[in-house]
Structure formats: structure tokens, C-alpha cells
């Protein structure tokens, strides 16, 4: 994809908004211990596609070079998958380094029409509920009118903008909405130390995988949690600071602070990874917000995933046989941005009859990365293809992740090696189980 390499007039740098970046930078000796661990470094071998070499762009940057041109490329070529910092010996905060820096990419370089239109069609419809809705809508006529099968077919297909085949790739079947109540009332006993807890639903989620946000509501009022779940939410901001939209993500933000702030809970759970990462990131993103700041810090310090927030607590309900071979997936803003591992595959383990099969290069990216497998196609494709041969070398029956956009991008690149694997939200296994121990069908 073509980039417009001239610079347009934004928000400048301040002094001290630069020595305060130059100062994260610094903090990266160039040791080399993140190249192995970056995806696209791993794929191309260049040194500027690897975490060191963009924080080295960066600098440069940061001492006058424009931003657009090569900075710009390679930024656009990270995937933020944060797996540098779990591997970097140092320290280095890399997610606040490559986050400030797309943000002045999208502040200061105008890019080519082709990279505007894709950007804005990609913006104008993922972080808004009510019109994912209406696509979704389109969507199931055109799998009841066959049109979806149609449009697969040579040589209707080559013809399709880039951008509708990776939709259509990625999209799951269209079934029935699963509507939750405002409120879902714990199981008795119920739990005696923050008991009242709010769900974030989610854009994507609560449209294409409003199964897994049921899931999740009936897993935490087994365990003994009432669930809030408010109506007015939408989507967090994770998409758009992920691209470094910054306002848009920060704009988001302050509404879902608001949503949750009305609704009094004692703690948020986040059943998508990048979601998680992202509000336990509010705090950084509205630091300069008098009216926010406060609370952005406080809604982040009581936002938990749903595996942490249950091994935290302890699962308590009984769990049914699921006869079963897994594969865990694991979640780069799971694993990664919010150094959450063991959780998961606890709770999977607590599951009598299941087991466990671990995924080859399980910190390598699967190229879902919020909304890059629409914005570098190319890119995502490989390692798609990467991780799903390591997924389909388990011979696992199930493969298993906390982020449906990982759901999304595994299926559609394990489906094109013919594989007759299913996919779950680890919110839908646990759910499994626990109806197992009630005598129902697990499904």
C-alpha cells in the first residue's frame, strides 16, 4: 500500500513531551533479545520492522526528521503486539513509545487517498455498535440468498476491493443475538467482597460474538457475581488508539467511564483482550484531562479480564466433563500487554475430561492486532498462516481464545487448510462446563 510521504501542519511536539519520549527511548541499549520475538522482523529480517530499529526511527524523529517517509512505514508496520516487552531485559515501555508516535503519524503526515479511504471506511464502522448492526444485518441476507457463496467464487472475487475479501474472510457465520438484561443476578451463595461488577460488552463483540458476552454473564453469576451490564456503553477505544486515533480513543474513553461510573460496580470485566489492555490504559491516555484523569486512573486500576478476575476470586461452581483435546491460544494483549498467562489455562485445567495441548511459538502475533489484518492484509495473511499451522499440529479438537479478533483471524486462516476445528471463547468453555455439571448439553 502507497504512502503520501508529504507532512502536514499539527499539533507540534512540546519540549517537554519530547524529553519525556526521549527518555523512553533511551531506555533501549539496542541488546537485540526483541528481534526474535517480533513478528514482523521474523517475517522480513530488517532491522527497521523490528522493535530496536522503530524505537531508533523514533529518535530520529524525535530530533527533527520527519515523521513521514520511513518512520511512518514501519510504524504502520508494527502490529503493537507488545511481545518486546515481555521478551526486552530493560524495561523498555515500547507500547508508550510506538502509541505516541502513531499518534503523531496521524497528526502530521497526510496520507495517499487509497490509505484515507481505507482508514476512514475501517473507522467510520468498527467502533460504532448500531452501525455493525445494520453491516451485520447485510451480512445474513447475503448468507440466506447464497449472494456470500457467490461472491466467493472466481472470477467475481478478484474483482472485490481488497478490503470486502478480508471482511468477508474474517467474518463468522450470522446467528441468533443473544440480548442480556441490564442486570444478571448471582447464583446463591452469593459472594460477600465485590459482588457487583460491570461488563463491557464491546463493538465487535456484542454484535458478532454476543454468545461469548452471554457466556460470560452466566460464568460470573455461577461464580457468584451480580452483572451489571449497562446499555449505554459502546465501544471502549481500543481500535482507534491502537491506530493512534488519539481524540477518538479518548473520546471513547470518557463515555465509557461515564457508563461505568453510573453504574456503580465494584469492578469492570473485559472478555477481549485488546479491550483490557486498552481501558487499563486509561489512566496514561486522559493523564492531562482535569476533569478525567482521576477517574480514567481509577476505572484502569478496577478493570480486570474475565480469567484474571476468576483466579483472583476462585471458582467455587462445579465443573462438568468436557471430553475434549485444547488449544490455548495466547492473546497478544492478553499475554502480553497485561502479563496474563496462567490465569486461562488454570481454569481450563479445573475442566475434568479436558486437555490441554500447548501452540507452537505461542508469543508470535497471529496478525489480528485490533483492525491491522484489514490495514496490512499482506502482513497478517503470513502470520495467519503461521499460526495456524502450529494450531493444526496440536490435532486439538478445539482452539480456544479470550479475543475475537484472534478468533476471527485463526479460523479464517485454519479454514483454508481445510481444517474441521472449532473455535471458542474461553468464556463459551467454562459456560460448556458449567452447564455439564447441571446435567445440559454442553454444546
Same mark, same amino acid.
Given at each position: 500500500?502507497?504512502?503520501?510521504?508529504?507532512?502536514?501542519?499539527?499539533?507540534?511536539?512540546?519540549?517537554?513531551?519530547?524529553?519525556?519520549?526521549?527518555?523512553?527511548?533511551?531506555?533501549?541499549?539496542?541488546?537485540?533479545?526483541?528481534?526474535?520475538?517480533?513478528?514482523?522482523?521474523?517475517?522480513?529480517?530488517?532491522?527497521?520492522?523490528?522493535?530496536?530499529?522503530?524505537?531508533?526511527?523514533?529518535?530520529?524523529?524525535?530530533?527533527?526528521?520527519?515523521?513521514?517517509?520511513?518512520?511512518?512505514?514501519?510504524?504502520?508496520?508494527?502490529?503493537?503486539?507488545?511481545?518486546?516487552?515481555?521478551?526486552?531485559?530493560?524495561?523498555?515501555?515500547?507500547?508508550?513509545?510506538?502509541?505516541?508516535?502513531?499518534?503523531?503519524?496521524?497528526?502530521?503526515?497526510?496520507?495517499?487517498?487509497?490509505?484515507?479511504?481505507?482508514?476512514?471506511?475501517?473507522?467510520?464502522?468498527?467502533?460504532?455498535?448500531?452501525?455493525?448492526?445494520?453491516?451485520?444485518?447485510?451480512?445474513?441476507?447475503?448468507?440466506?440468498?447464497?449472494?456470500?457463496?457467490?461472491?466467493?467464487?472466481?472470477?467475481?472475487?478478484?474483482?472485490?476491493?481488497?478490503?470486502?475479501?478480508?471482511?468477508?474472510?474474517?467474518?463468522?457465520?450470522?446467528?441468533?443475538?443473544?440480548?442480556?438484561?441490564?442486570?444478571?443476578?448471582?447464583?446463591?451463595?452469593?459472594?460477600?467482597?465485590?459482588?457487583?461488577?460491570?461488563?463491557?460488552?464491546?463493538?465487535?463483540?456484542?454484535?458478532?460474538?454476543?454468545?461469548?458476552?452471554?457466556?460470560?454473564?452466566?460464568?460470573?453469576?455461577?461464580?457468584?457475581?451480580?452483572?451489571?451490564?449497562?446499555?449505554?456503553?459502546?465501544?471502549?477505544?481500543? *481500535?482507534?488508539?491502537?491506530?493512534?486515533?488519539? =481524540?477518538? +480513543? #479518548? /473520546? !471513547?474513553?470518557? $463515555? %465509557?467511564? &461515564?457508563?461505568?461510573?453510573?453504574?456503580?460496580?465494584?469492578?469492570?470485566?473485559?472478555?477481549?483482550?485488546?479491550?483490557?489492555?486498552?481501558?487499563?490504559?486509561?489512566?496514561?491516555? *486522559?493523564?492531562?484531562?482535569?476533569?478525567?484523569? =482521576?477517574? +480514567? #486512573? /481509577? !476505572?484502569?486500576? $478496577? %478493570?480486570? &479480564?474475565?480469567?484474571?478476575?476468576?483466579?483472583?476470586?476462585?471458582?467455587?461452581?462445579?465443573?462438568?466433563?468436557?471430553?475434549?483435546?485444547?488449544?490455548?491460544?495466547?492473546?497478544?494483549?492478553?499475554?502480553?500487554?497485561?502479563?496474563? =498467562?496462567? +490465569?486461562?489455562?488454570?481454569?481450563?485445567?479445573?475442566?475434568?475430561?479436558?486437555?490441554?495441548?500447548?501452540?507452537?511459538?505461542?508469543?508470535?502475533?497471529?496478525?489480528?492486532?485490533?483492525?491491522?489484518?484489514?490495514?496490512?492484509?499482506?502482513?497478517?495473511?503470513?502470520?495467519?498462516?503461521?499460526?495456524?499451522?502450529?494450531?493444526?499440529?496440536?490435532?486439538?479438537?478445539?482452539?480456544?481464545?479470550?479475543?475475537?479478533?484472534?478468533?476471527?483471524?485463526?479460523?479464517?486462516?485454519?479454514?483454508?487448510?481445510?481444517?474441521?476445528?472449532?473455535?471458542?471463547?474461553?468464556?463459551?468453555?467454562?459456560?460448556?462446563?458449567?452447564?455439564?455439571?447441571?446435567?445440559?448439553?454442553?454444546?
Amino acid at each position: 500500500m502507497g504512502r503520501d510521504v508529504r507532512a502536514h501542519p499539527g499539533s507540534p511536539v512540546s519540549d517537554v513531551e519530547r524529553q519525556a519520549r526521549l527518555d523512553l527511548v533511551e531506555d533501549c541499549v539496542h541488546c537485540g533479545f526483541c528481534l526474535a520475538s517480533c513478528p514482523t522482523y521474523v517475517l522480513t529480517g530488517e532491522e527497521a520492522d523490528s522493535p530496536r530499529g522503530r524505537i531508533h526511527l523514533v529518535g530520529q524523529v524525535l530530533g527533527g526528521t520527519p515523521i513521514a517517509g520511513a518512520p511512518q512505514l514501519h510504524l504502520d508496520r508494527c502490529l503493537s503486539c507488545m511481545a518486546c516487552v515481555t521478551a526486552c531485559p530493560s524495561g523498555v515501555r515500547y507500547g508508550e513509545i510506538v502509541t505516541d508516535a502513531r499518534a503523531q503519524v496521524e497528526r502530521e503526515v497526510r496520507r495517499d487517498p487509497r490509505d484515507r479511504l481505507l482508514r476512514t471506511a475501517v473507522f467510520a464502522l468498527f467502533p460504532y455498535p448500531g452501525r455493525l448492526r445494520v453491516a451485520r444485518s447485510l451480512l445474513a441476507a447475503a448468507e440466506r440468498s447464497g449472494l456470500r457463496r457467490l461472491l466467493r467464487r472466481a472470477p467475481i472475487a478478484r474483482h472485490m476491493p481488497e478490503l470486502l475479501r478480508t471482511l468477508d474472510s474474517l467474518a463468522p457465520a450470522v446467528g441468533p443475538v443473544e440480548r442480556l438484561p441490564p442486570l444478571v443476578r448471582a447464583a446463591e451463595p452469593r459472594r460477600t467482597s465485590g459482588a457487583r461488577v460491570g461488563l463491557l460488552t464491546g463493538c465487535v463483540q456484542s454484535v458478532l460474538f454476543s454468545g461469548v458476552n452471554a457466556a460470560t454473564a452466566r460464568v460470573l453469576a455461577a461464580e457468584g457475581f451480580d452483572v451489571v451490564v449497562p446499555g449505554a456503553q459502546g465501544c471502549c477505544g481500543a *481500535l482507534s488508539g491502537h491506530a493512534g486515533r488519539e =481524540r477518538e +480513543a #479518548a /473520546e !471513547l474513553a470518557r $463515555r %465509557t467511564i &461515564d457508563c461505568f461510573d453510573a453504574a456503580d460496580v465494584d469492578t469492570v470485566v473485559v472478555n477481549a483482550a485488546g479491550c483490557g489492555s486498552a481501558m487499563k490504559e486509561y489512566g496514561r491516555l *486522559l493523564r492531562d484531562d482535569r476533569t478525567y484523569a =482521576r477517574r +480514567a #486512573a /481509577e !476505572l484502569s486500576a $478496577r %478493570t480486570r &479480564d474475565l480469567s484474571e478476575l476468576l483466579r483472583a476470586a476462585g471458582t467455587r461452581a462445579p465443573r462438568g466433563r468436557l471430553d475434549m483435546t485444547v488449544a490455548y491460544h495466547d492473546a497478544c494483549h492478553l499475554a502480553h500487554a497485561q502479563g496474563i =498467562r496462567e +490465569a486461562p489455562r488454570a481454569l481450563l485445567a479445573e475442566i475434568p475430561g479436558l486437555e490441554l495441548r500447548e501452540v507452537a511459538e505461542p508469543d508470535l502475533c497471529c496478525g489480528s492486532a485490533g483492525v491491522y489484518n484489514l490495514l496490512e492484509p499482506g502482513t497478517a495473511r503470513q502470520l495467519g498462516a503461521r499460526k495456524a499451522a502450529g494450531v493444526l499440529a496440536t490435532g486439538a479438537e478445539v482452539l480456544v481464545a479470550a479475543n475475537p479478533g484472534c478468533l476471527m483471524q485463526i479460523r479464517a486462516a485454519c479454514g483454508g487448510a481445510g481444517s474441521s476445528m472449532t473455535f471458542s471463547h474461553i468464556a463459551e468453555v467454562l459456560d460448556a462446563s458449567l452447564r455439564a455439571a447441571c446435567g445440559e448439553a454442553a454444546g
